[in-house]
Nanobody, 123 residues
């Protein structure tokens, strides 16, 4: 599975962005999916995860109520809608997938990772 993330960019605080992650090489309809991020000088951290059906979602406390993860299995794509962005959301965002499901995604020990897309939030 190859994962291609896109949608990053520069936005002012309070603004919104939508990240996309499209998979190729294999259908991901049975995979748990998620997003992690890594800010400069910091370790990678969990952001959000979603079950194969989209019926279960999980969020880091820092983004809960502001970010929404969703998926379109027909398009082999997972999304991260980011609203009310803050400067501390600045990071490279990575999508990830694992056939074992979203509980593995939560741990970050997943099989597949995208290349990352940079989100910069200015104050």
């Amino acid at each position: 599975v190859q994962l291609q993330a896109s949608g990053g960019g520069l936005v002012q605080a309070g603004g919104s962005l939508r990240l996309s992650c499209t998979a190729s090489g294999r259908t991901i309809s049975s995979y748990g999916m998620g997003w992690f991020r890594q800010a400069p000088g910091k370790e990678r951290e969990f952001v959000a995860a979603i079950s194969w059906s989209g019926g279960s979602t999980y969020y880091a406390d820092s983004v809960k109520g502001r970010f929404t993860i969703s998926r379109d299995n027909a398009k082999n794509t997972v999304y991260l809608q980011m609203n009310s962005l803050k400067p501390e959301d600045t990071a490279v965002y990575y999508c990830t997938a694992d056939v074992a499901g979203e509980r593995v995604v939560l741990t970050g020990t997943t099989d597949y990772w995208g290349q990352g897309t940079l989100v910069t939030v200015s104050s």
